[in-house]
Structure formats: structure tokens, C-alpha cells
């Protein structure tokens, strides 16, 4: 099993660490951020979006909302999520969580602890990690298949 690391020395350095990420995490369209508050799920998520093409000022933290939709210069369709608030599963089911994970369209979820009874077994866990000198790790391992 691989393991993937991508350090993150700067906020100038995240256009690049997010195409990068794009490009090793191949077909996976499950992709769950596993970080401490503050650590930059959503700076992250957010690179990776204007990398796909999302507009500027579509991408937001979607704490209130659970999920927000955007849509990429493909067309395709990109869910963001933040289980932030969730205290329930039933409230996770209740937005419809497994049509969107379904959809084959890229789900990247913030605070998926809330919900991890709920992520199916292919879900790529990804680890935000800050260094004492503010540098952040992305890192994950590649499922088993």
C-alpha cells in the first residue's frame, strides 16, 4: 500500500500541492479530511476547487449549509461538505449523503468523523497535519482494492 505525502510550505505553494493531489489521488472521488481545527481543510478545499475550475467566488465553507455544490470548467459537478455541526447521523442522511456520495462526482468532506459510520469503505482518508513551523502534510494511503 502507498503512502502519499505532499508538504505544503506556504499559501503560495497551494495551487501546486492541490494540482498534485488531484493528480495522485487518480479515480478516487471520496475524499475525507481528517484535521484539527485550523489546520486548513477549507484554504485546501478551496485551492483544489479554483484548480478544477470552480469560479472565485463560488467556493465558501459550507458550516450552515452541511453541503455546497459548485461546478467545475468540466462541467462536472464538485460536493463540499462540512460535518462540522452534525450530532446525529440521521442528519447527514437527512440532506440525501449517500445520492451525492453516490453520484460519482468528487465529494471532498470536512469533519467526517461525525459521519464515519456512515462513509463507505472506498473513502480516501486524507490527514492534514501543521508543523510547529506552520508547514502543513497532506498525506493518505492509497486504499486497499
Do not use: Q
Not at 42 to 54: D, E, N, P, R
Not at 85 to 100: C, F, N, Q, T, V
Not at 105 to 132: A, D, G, H, Q, R
Amino acid at each position: 500500500m502507498a503512502t502519499h505525502k505532499i508538504e505544503i510550505p506556504s499559501l503560495a505553494a497551494l495551487p501546486d500541492a492541490a494540482e498534485r493531489f488531484l493528480k495522485e489521488i487518480g479515480d478516487n472521488r471520496l475524499i475525507a479530511f481528517y484535521a484539527p481545527m485550523g489546520a486548513g481543510k477549507t484554504t485546501f478545499t478551496t485551492a483544489l476547487c479554483h484548480i478544477l475550475g470552480v469560479r472565485d467566488d463560488a467556493v465558501s465553507s459550507p458550516t450552515f449549509a452541511i453541503v455546497n455544490e459548485y461546478k467545475a470548467a468540466s462541467g462536472d459537478m464538485v460536493y463540499h461538505f462540512d460535518f462540522y455541526r452534525i450530532s446525529r447521523l440521521e442528519e447527514a442522511l437527512d440532506i440525501g449523503l449517500y445520492d451525492y456520495l453516490d453520484s460519482g462526482n468528487l465529494c471532498l468532506m470536512e469533519w467526517p468523523e461525525n459521519i464515519e459510520p456512515l462513509l463507505p469503505e472506498e473513502t480516501l482518508k486524507v490527514s492534514i497535519s501543521v508543523n510547529p513551523d506552520g508547514t502543513r502534510i497532506i498525506s493518505w494511503e492509497d486504499p486497499e482494492n
